[in-house]
């Protein structure tokens, strides 16, 4: 069983700045690929940046170049770092693992709020 925990979220300013972090509780994501998904209000969740085992990285349009997906040495904690955040970007943020590397993640965390004000 693996629990992932969030932690980083709160309320910006527009053009603000953030980091997420994903810690696994005891043990690493070595060899998981992992993600971040966010979910706004009356929306469906939906991807936001993705980082594999081997460190490829792959982000959705709307945050691409703005937020970078990255883990530690140690593969204990990834971390999502999101820059000139916008009101759009408001949204319960959740990082999830991926361990047969099969686009289907099988754990999630509880999420933590980021709010964006104008």
């Known amino acids: 069983q693996v629990q992932l925990v969030e932690s980083g979220g709160g309320l910006v300013q527009a053009g603000g700045s953030l980091r997420l972090s994903c810690a696994a509780s005891?043990?690493?994501?070595?060899?998981?690929?992992m993600g971040w998904f966010r979910q706004a209000p009356g929306k469906e969740r939906e991807f936001v940046a993705a980082?594999?085992?081997?460190?490829?990285?792959s982000y959705a349009d709307s945050v691409r170049g703005r937020f970078t997906i990255s883990r530690d040495k140690g593969k204990t904690t990834v971390f999502l770092q999101m820059n000139s955040l916008k009101p759009e970007d408001t949204a319960v943020y959740y990082c999830a693992a991926d361990p047969e590397r099969d686009g289907g993640y099988d754990y999630w965390g509880q999420g933590t709020q980021v709010t964006v004000s104008s």
């Open positions: 980082i594999s085992w081997s460190g490829g990285r």
């Open positions: 005891g043990r690493t994501f070595g060899t998981y690929n």
